[in-house]
């Protein structure tokens, strides 16, 4: 899992709820990063922590906060899901922002 | 905006034979490519990087970057059913801000 996990993998939400994203890396890294990814498409993101204390709109922020709890997790809420949010969502590390980033496993997400 | 483009495929090769794989870019001033392989249903998974004008090669892979021409390839030698997935190409924007854009990928499909 490239040193990042997130919870939950498998998550079908009805329009209006809410949920959180959640991602932790162990590998010390500066920066985080959460991506969606729809069928047949490349990654967007929606926002990115360079380091602790400090988060940024990406892409695709709209519909969505998030949180860096500390230097090794990284949440992203959903305040009142949308059909429109179905996809799967991935989040990152890197080192510092210039480097490569590796992603966790996912978690697929279905709004109803 | 800032795109990232690629031919989306499906391309078709025959096991040992070469792949080439493309990507065009637009903004300029970007100085860190990516190459990631992505397995249907899982995580991209980084195979190169490159920062510098020319070739870059490791084992089977070369990636190749043009910064003049702002296109970067990634090219498999001796191609193998299990190289079979989707390729993203990732640019990294002007003053390596961590916002990847990825292509939508290209889709390979190695025939034995």
């Known amino acids: 899992n490239a040193g990042v996990t997130q919870t939950p993998k498998f998550q079908v939400l009805k329009t209006g709820q809410s949920m959180t994203l959640q991602c932790a890396q162990d590998?010390?890294?500066?920066?985080m990063y959460w991506y969606r990814q729809d069928p047949g498409m490349g990654l967007r993101l929606i926002y990115y922590?360079?380091?602790?204390?400090?988060?940024d709109k990406g892409e695709v922020p709209n519909g969505y906060n998030v949180s860096r709890l500390n230097k090794r997790e990284f949440s992203l809420r959903l305040e009142s899901a949308a059909p429109s949010q179905t996809s799967v969502y991935f989040c990152?590390?890197?080192?510092?922002?210039?480097?490569?980033?590796?992603f966790g496993p996912g978690t697929r997400l279905t709004v109803l | 905006q800032k795109e990232v483009e690629q031919n989306s495929g499906p391309l078709s090769v025959p096991e040992g034979a070469i792949a080439s794989l493309n990507c065009t870019y637009s903004d300029r001033g970007s100085q860190s490519f990516f190459w990631y392989r992505q397995y249907s249903g899982k995580s991209p998974e980084l195979i190169m990087s490159?920062?510098?004008?020319g070739d870059k090669e490791d084992g089977r892979f070369t990636a190749q970057l043009n910064k003049a021409s702002q296109y970067v390839s990634l090219l498999i030698r001796d191609s193998q059913p299990s190289d079979s997935a989707t390729y993203l190409c990732a640019v990294n924007t002007a003053g390596n801000t961590g916002k990847l854009i990825f292509g939508q990928g290209t889709t390979l499909q190695v025939k034995p």
């Open positions: 990152g590390r890197g080192l510092a922002p210039s480097d490569t980033q590796y």
């Open positions: 590998m010390n890294h500066n920066s």
């Open positions: 490159i920062y510098s004008n």
């Open positions: 922590s360079a380091s602790e204390g400090t988060t």
